[in-house]
């Protein structure tokens, strides 16, 4: 960036020196002399070509005598982006003899270049009895070395330059400290910090590197150099003390002869103090919505579209543009208006070098929530004048804002959504509808551990009863019993097929059926004559009808099975129905 | 006879139903006082429930925030411990003690704890005992129903596939029985306490001519370990162990 500007610089003097811009100066090598001392005037002419410029004439002036003059010529060269400039400076030296003591004035002169006058600057000289210095001065009025110090004060000295002595509160004052020298400088350093008490401090310009400017302070030139720069806004009122810079300064003293190569002292220098007036800004009539902003400002504005539909969003920019405070202000309140979203502002702050102008710009991203005419009132700022000392009101202009129906579905603009993020942490809310009952914790109620001694119930009786059917299983006759209801379903299906196909064959199947069921009933071994049951079943406890019937049955079926096609169809229908009945009575019984 | 015992078993269900009713009614008003910010009656309508020896986290979790409105610390972080101790799955109580702790001059539940460790604290936390019992009664009744049938209907050799599920069943079982047994004894524990006072200080021993070992502030949660006269010895979460004064605390118990 410094560089930049540097660059920037010597392309614009060069520039400056291509329009054929001519400056003349004047400066005398000393003000105060005695009567038998001389005085060197000259009067330097820089330009491009002042190369052939003859010696000025030297007017007469009252109260010296002219006792000559010589000139002399320097040339600087420069090149920048292949273009070469020429700066040829032609100074004229006069020297010149007080006839007087006293204060004299040597007047402005008047000099004609190429048609154009040029002014000098009056110069006071005061001449007192005697001589001031006691050797001659040598070859050149510069690279002195300091006898005297009354003499070092005179030729080295720092001199700070405040813009304004009398201000307000908050309003800034910028400081400049500048060196003045005729002495070969060969170092310096600032010797500590400055503490500017009282005032808010911007720093606007510190040197990076010795480099030393030519101008004239009171007539005379000096080597100068700008030392530190700074914007300072006070915080309090009062006659408040701008500090002095302190300087460490090393002077270079002149060798004498060849084989002195000249030492270097060093000199602490300091600027005289100066105090600055600041008066506390106007408690009485101050408006409520004061911004506290201290200066001179002016406020515009700028929306970026007035006719939009529900859903988009705009941007509306407040400027506020002047010199004073422009960091400290608070921004003017928006009036919110319904259905529109204002977004959080965006504020940048642009500070211009000299650190106490600059502009604030205030954007908002508004986004429109329904549709009508809206007016987006005027904003207004209030600052105080430090030029007229009273609060001034400043506001933008005022906007209407129409708004039509967008797409129904509102969908934000991406630009203008943003992430949640939190603006504040709290409790959460406390529970309003909640059971106001004691919770109960089961294990620590009986009725839950009964449960589990239940379940665990479970265990033993399922052993209980695995080991009950295993006994029940190692037992024939309890197999055969509970086998025997199978094998009479199984023939009486059988059977009653064949019944349904008054297949003869139905005797015996029912005959077998029954047979086996009882075997299996009485323990008796199985394919025992009908009889062996028959008289094992009268040992029961079974009803003399039913015994007689099933004898019966089994007479019946011996004889079909001797006399195949005996029977007719409506027999047979009969006869397995009376099976059907008998077994189900001896089902009934218990064995 | 029969009917002077109907006609008192209805007058106890409705004066049980009208006790239920106006516990209701001061709760609702608690909680429009809250509402209105009305912290101080809010807060006394909800210890008159409190007071009915009623045990309910969502109770003690407003009380909690009644405190913490107040700007007592101590005792809102007492009981949103409280509230947590009854349902150590309320989230919003964890949540509020959190944000309590914030408020607290010590520092304290030190939250870097490793991911395992963190883990289980959460799963333990999310489950709540009664869950917890459910749950174990639920796997118990499984593996015994598992096992009556292999009792009943399996031989030797067919055992295998019910045996293997038994065996799950008998860690899962374990399992949640560890973590119940663990929850009870913490649900049990009243040796938690929380500090009322402003500040305390806790000394080697019981008195104050003893060397002086810490000063803690109000809200500060420890465990006491035992009690002489009017000083009991407490430890604090980062292992210091020593006397402070009995009044200064208060247990977390229900």
Known sequence: MKKIIFILSLLLTSQLLLSQEIEVESYVDKTKIGISDRVKYTIEITGEKVGHISTPKFPKIKNFRNLGSSSSSSSNYSIVQGKMTSKITKSFTYTLRPLKIGNFLIPPITIKIKNKSFTTEPIHIKVSEGTTQATPPTSSSFAKQPNSTSNLSDNLFLIAKVNKNNVYEEEPITVEYKLYSRYDISNLAFAGDTNFEGFWKEDIYKPESISFDRETYNGIMYNVMLMQSVALFPTKSGKLKIPSLSLNVDIRTQSHSFFDFGTTKRYNIKNKPTTVKVKPIPQNNKPTSYSNAVGKFKISSNISQTQLNVGDSFTYTITISGTGNLKQFDIPKLKEVNNLRFLDPEITTDINKNKISGKKTIKYLIIAQEKGNFTLSAVPFIFFDTSSGKYKTIQTKPYQLKIGEGDLTFVANSAAQSIVSMEGSDIGFIITAGELKTKNIYYDKFFYWFIWIIILLFIPLSILYSKEKTKLEGNVDYIRQKQANKILKKYMKEASTLAAHDDPDFYAAAQLGLSSYLADKLKEPRGSSTDNIISSISLKNIPKELIDKIKKLFETCDQARFMPGGFSKERIEADFQLVKGTINEITKCKF | ?254
Request: aromatic share 14%.
């Open chain 2, 1 to 254: 006879m029969k009917k002077s015992i109907l006609l008192l078993l209805f007058l106890l269900i409705l004066s049980s139903v009208y006790a239920v009713t106006q516990t209701e009614t001061i709760f609702s008003e608690a909680i429009t006082s809250y509402q209105e910010k009305d912290y101080q009656t809010a807060l006394k309508k909800f210890s008159l429930i409190e007071n009915e020896g009623i045990i309910n986290a969502d109770l003690y979790y407003n009380i909690g925030n009644c405190y913490f409105r107040i700007n007592e610390m101590g005792k809102a972080i007492l009981y949103f411990k409280k509230a947590i101790k009854v349902r150590s799955d309320h989230q919003a109580a964890r949540r509020n003690l959190k944000y309590a702790f914030t408020f607290t001059k010590d520092k304290q539940n030190s939250e870097n704890e490793s991911v395992i460790r963190s883990f289980w604290l959460k799963t333990f936390d999310s489950l709540s005992i009664n869950f917890l019992a459910i749950i174990t009664l639920a796997i118990f009744l499984i593996i015994v129903m598992l096992i009556s049938i292999m009792i009943i209907h399996y031989k030797n050799r067919e055992r295998t596939v019910p045996l293997f599920l038994t065996t799950i069943f008998i860690f899962l079982f374990l399992a949640f029985f560890i973590i119940s047994i663990l929850k009870w004894q913490e649900f049990h524990n009243d040796d938690e306490a929380v500090l009322l006072s402003t500040s305390a200080i806790g000394y080697s021993g019981p008195g104050e001519d003893f060397t002086r070992v810490f000063t803690i502030h109000e809200g500060m949660i420890f465990t006491v370990e035992r009690d002489e006269d009017n000083w009991s010895l407490i430890k604090l979460e980062n292992g210091l162990g020593g006397w402070i004064k009995k009044d200064t605390y208060v247990k977390i118990e229900l």
